[in-house]
């Protein structure tokens, strides 16, 4: 179920949701993950080692993007920037 979905469905807002959801995670180890490619997209409690290699190569695909993001932050030209092409 997506993030939108949820809120509707239980009136929360997204940040009350995710902290919801982070701390069913962290505090509880309630293995909920979430699909982000195909027709099945949103979190969902995973039921079995297919499921929660989904969700896992998911979020390890969603940190190597925010590293390069990182990276390029880091590496940007705050003078130069605005001149680039």
């Known amino acids: 179920m997506t993030i ?3 809120c509707k469905v239980t009136g929360l807002k997204e ?3 995710r902290e919801a959801i982070s701390i069913l995670i962290n505090q509880h180890g309630v293995p909920i993950v ?4 195909g027709h099945n997209t949103g ?3 995973a039921t079995d080692e297919a499921e ?3 969700g896992v190569t998911s979020f390890k ?3 190597t993007t925010m590293n ?4 390029a932050i880091e590496q940007a030209d705050l003078n130069g920037w605005e001149r680039k092409p």
């Open 4 to 6: 939108p979905n949820i």
């Open 15 to 17: 940040r009350d949701v």
């Open 34 to 37: 979430a699909n982000r490619s």
């Open 43 to 45: 979190m969902f409690i």
């Open 52 to 54: 929660l290699n989904i």
């Open 61 to 63: 695909n969603q940190v």
């Open 68 to 71: 390069a993001r990182i990276r």
